[in-house]
């Protein structure tokens, strides 16, 4: 039981982003730093009152502390973007949120489905050396997986239909993604929720590349990422066709255009452009100039609409449905109110 305690405990802190003595000061100094690394490390266990303290100060229920986990999952240093303004206890909280998360969703997968093996292209194909290594491994994967070269309506429903365990967190600007092979082999995708549509598209499209891609050391992973990411939304084939073999000028609206077409911002369109040889360097120089007075983090034009993971929650109200989830356990699965749970098959059954 300490075993179980203590590692949920110290998950419970680290999720929460508390120092040992911020927890500390959380329970109004009750409960000592000293005392707390103590409970983490399983050489001694709170009394009952102290225990709901520390549930209170970690907004976590009491029960928490004592559910063993069903599918532990290990995470790898995880492929992630990041500012250098992102603090080491930051990450630490966010990969901490990903496992328990992960770790939930392949406990609802386990029960209802089993685990199934990802579709991927051979490993000749994911090593690149090059960006004309990357356009291949693009257009490779959009071919097993059967996406032809027609716009990606949902890159979620695309990465979630292919067995991609994808989620959206809430974080600031430092972080926009993070992917990893959890177990080695569980593809995980995490992207930053509060972002526009494009862009959360572009991260999903970003950390699929990190994923599927085996960068040679002399190739520059970040660069090749962001070349998979377009290479994935629009094809060269597909931006050949609706731009031109060359272009002296692009225009605005047909950016914008072209936008809600493909889901892919204007800026992005502009570097795919670029890349393929469309338009000069020039010409891309002046339009991200054009870019910064205007503002380069605004989403221009109509907004793209956001995407939302749902195979999760799908797969817990199926288990409801056939009565092989309780309630209390799709509370527990989906890390909501029970009460969020009952309105939710309420509304079903009305």
């Not at 599918?71 to 995880?78: D, G, I, Q, S, Y």
Request: aromatic share 8%.
């Amino acid at each position: 039981m300490n075993e179980i305690f203590a590692k949920r405990f110290r998950s419970a802190r680290l999720k929460s982003g508390l120092s040992l003595q911020a927890l500390a000061e959380r329970t109004d100094d009750t409960i000592t730093r000293q005392a707390i690394s103590k409970y983490e490390h399983g050489k001694a266990m709170p009394d009952s009152k102290k225990l709901i303290k520390l549930a209170k100060a970690l907004d976590v229920k009491l029960e928490y502390f004592f559910r063993p986990v069903k599918t532990e999952v290990e995470l790898p240093e995880p492929a992630y973007r990041k500012r250098s303004a992102m603090s080491k206890r930051r990450l630490a909280m966010i990969h901490e949120n990903v496992k328990d998360l992960i770790e939930r969703y392949l406990e609802a997968e386990n029960i209802m489905c089993g685990f199934k093996s990802v579709k991927l292209p051979d490993d000749s194909i994911r090593r690149v050396s090059s960006f004309e290594d990357v356009e291949h491994l693009a257009e490779n994967i959009r071919e097993i997986w059967n996406l032809g070269q027609d716009p990606i309506e949902s890159i979620v429903d695309v990465l979630e239909d292919n067995l991609f365990k994808v989620a959206l967190i809430d974080s600031d600007e430092n972080f926009d993604g993070l992917s990893c092979w959890g177990n080695g082999e569980i593809p995980i995708i995490i992207s930053r929720k509060n972002c526009s549509g494009d862009r959360q598209r572009s991260n999903l499209a970003h950390e699929l590349g990190h994923l599927l891609m085996d960068v040679s050391k002399s190739f520059d992973e970040e660069k090749a990422a962001y070349r998979f990411s377009a290479s994935f939304l629009v094809p060269k084939a597909v931006a050949i066709r609706e731009l031109g073999i060359k272009r002296k000028n692009l225009n605005w609206e047909e950016l914008l255009i072209l936008k809600q077409k493909y889901g892919m911002s204007v800026q992005q369109w502009v570097y795919r452009a670029k890349d393929l040889g469309i338009i000069s360097e020039s010409h891309s120089k002046s339009w991200f100039i054009r870019f910064s007075e205007l503002d380069r983090k605004k989403e221009f034009g109509t907004p793209i609409a956001r995407e939302i993971p749902m195979r999760m929650r799908k797969l817990v109200f199926q288990g409801i449905a056939e009565k092989i989830i309780s309630p209390s356990k799709a509370a527990e699965l989906l890390a909501c109110n029970l009460n969020e749970i009952r309105k939710s098959i309420l509304g079903f059954n009305s």
